[in-house]
């Protein structure tokens, strides 16, 4: 009688727990606004809106020339950069694919005692002048383009002189050159190129990271399109030790992690705020190549390896988990003194995920579905009912078969780490 109950009771938390991931799994994406007003040169954080469990942040800004937008641990933060108003849209994509949309009317002011101080020991600029690439507004490349109707409108960039030098001096080091760098990465698997500003400069909203290569286009129906997207996020990892609580500020600069929409050579641009004038540091070109590509050569060349055409399509389904348990560990972690698991990515291990080698359940799910695709296989993700875990399900001849290639956790656990910064 006792083991009945006891069963009974596991049964009904288990269905319960099902509901509720149910639920929360078809919960509608929602979409919120904000007004944000700050000051020209200030830094404002705005602290999360959205739950802590998500995959993906994305943040844009509709006129960089206004502010700028980077991602932080505990929300956004926003810096005005010149009097005006601009628009910053934040996607939130969970685990489960949901998408909730994040709007922030932002009102950029003058700031009257920058203006004043600037007004009153500003000298004669030589008129020789040259042209810099601006840190221009970033939105969805997925946007449709009509371009029957579509007009390019040229946009003011800033200048610096040709005389003017920065107060500071400024280095940029790549601290994952041992990881290929990409473009075009994947949502579904961030990564970027982590970059070490150094420099003595103590104020960071005097400093500008600019992508290189943006191209925009206004269309008369109101929108942008870019064709190569430039964002910086704030990092989190374990082996940089921090000075700040924006992660940011490190011993001798700052560290960030860039990406780019498209592959190719970056011209990556460091650049200091004098007096009004914005400029140049240092510039560094950075190759990347193209995402899509190598990844599609990646899944080419392991079909090849373990699958061939004796096998049925079970076999090299099972022979793809296989390889994956066997080459892959989980997402890097250690435990704090209560036992909580706290994520442990290092700056130095930050890539792409067929060379970093460490995954969780969602990152095997995907390549499990990109597996069957190639194979010509219906195939979907599906919710465990506990964890947030996730497996991927395969159709093969009207049946649906399990393919769970998600390593144990204890083979991401590590217990002690070197600080390169």
């Excluded at 099902?18 to 799994?25: I, N, Y």
């Amino acid at each position: 009688m006792k083991r009945w109950r006891v069963g009974k009771v596991l049964l009904l938390t288990m269905v319960s727990l099902l509901l509720l991931s149910v639920a929360e799994k078809n919960a509608a994406a929602k979409t919120e606004t904000k007004a944000v007003t700050i000051q020209e040169g200030k830094i404002k954080t705005v602290k999360s809106l959205w739950p802590g469990s998500v995959k993906k942040y994305r943040a844009k800004c509709s006129d960089k020339r206004i502010a700028s937008v980077r991602m932080k641990r505990i929300g956004i933060q926003i810096k005005g950069k010149k009097a005006g108003k601009a628009k910053i849209t934040v996607k939130v994509i969970n685990r489960k694919k949901q998408v909730n949309t994040y709007k922030f009317k932002v009102t950029v002011k003058v700031n009257k005692k920058n203006s004043s101080n600037a007004a009153s020991t500003s000298t004669p600029k030589p008129t020789t002048e040259v042209t810099m690439k601006p840190a221009m507004p970033v939105f969805p490349t997925g946007t449709p383009s009509p371009r029957p109707t579509s007009v390019v409108t040229p946009t003011p960039e800033p200048t610096a002189t040709l005389e003017a030098k920065p107060k500071y001096s400024y280095e940029v080091e790549v601290l994952n050159d041992e990881m290929t760098q990409y473009g075009n990465i994947s949502w579904m698997y961030p990564t970027g190129t982590v970059i070490y500003i150094k420099t003595e400069n103590p104020d960071l909203s005097t400093i500008d990271i600019w992508g290189g290569t943006e191209k925009y286009e206004y269309h008369e129906e109101g929108y942008y399109t870019v064709t190569d997207g430039f964002t910086v996020y704030s990092t989190n990892y374990v082996d940089i030790n921090y000075l700040d609580e924006d992660r940011e500020k490190v011993a001798g600069g700052y560290v960030f992690m860039c990406t780019w929409n498209t592959p190719g050579i970056k011209n990556l641009t460091i650049a200091e705020k004098v007096g009004e004038e914005w400029v140049i540091g240092v510039t560094k070109n950075i190759l990347l190549k193209d995402y899509d590509k190598e990844v599609n050569a990646w899944y080419e060349n392991v079909l090849n390896e373990v699958t061939n055409a004796e096998m049925t399509d079970y076999e090299k389904m099972d022979a793809l988990k296989s390889y994956v348990l066997n080459h892959f560990m989980y997402l890097c972690y250690y435990e704090d003194t209560d036992g909580n698991w706290l994520g442990a990515n290092s700056a130095v291990n930050e890539g792409v995920f067929w060379e970093n080698r460490h995954i969780d359940c969602i990152g095997a799910t995907i390549i499990m579905c990109h597996f069957a695709e190639k194979l010509g296989l219906e195939a979907e993700w599906t919710y465990a009912g506990y964890l947030n875990h996730h497996y991927a399900t395969v159709y093969i001849d009207g049946d649906g078969y399990e393919f769970d290639a998600c390593p144990m956790p204890n083979t991401g656990r590590i217990k002690e780490w070197e600080y390169i910064i």
